[in-house]
Nanobody
Framework: QVQLLQSGGGLVQAGGSLRLSCAASGRTLGTYTVGWFRQAPGKEREFVAGISWYDGSTTYADSVKGRFTISRDNAENTVYLQMNSLKPEDTAVYSC?????????????????WGQGTQVTVSS
């Protein structure tokens, strides 16, 4: 069993930056992949970024490429999402999720464990 505890988020002006953290407990993430998803009001949840803990390979949604960076800290068993050049359309509840396996997945249904979600609001 994996527990995910998120931190970070908040309110920022357009063009600003935020960093989200997703700390795992229960087991190490060495054989897991971790993804970040977001859901804006009235919209479906969408994939943002993912990382394979095994080799560090990453993938991003087109809407965040070049602005967001996902990374991992082996010692802390934590995944980060660095968000730069934020736009009002990035406003959403962001959630991290983990799944056993090396292959990166972009569908929420493929993930088994979820963090509690955190609000990110970008003002114009």
């Amino acid at each position: 069993q994996v527990q995910l505890l998120q931190s970070g988020g908040g309110l920022v002006q357009a063009g600003g930056s935020l960093r989200l953290s997703c700390a795992a407990s229960g087991r190490t993430l060495g054989t897991y992949t971790v993804g970040w998803f977001r859901q804006a009001p009235g919209k479906e949840r969408e994939f943002v970024a993912g990382i394979s803990w095994y080799d560090g390979s990453t993938t991003y949604a087109d809407s965040v490429k070049g602005r967001f960076t996902i990374s991992r800290d082996n010692a802390e068993n934590t995944v980060y999402l660095q968000m730069n050049s934020l736009k009002p359309e990035d406003t959403a509840v962001y959630s991290c999720a983990a799944r056993a396996g090396y292959n990166l997945k972009t569908m929420a249904r493929d993930y088994d464990y979820w963090g509690q979600g955190t609000q990110v609001t970008v003002s114009s």
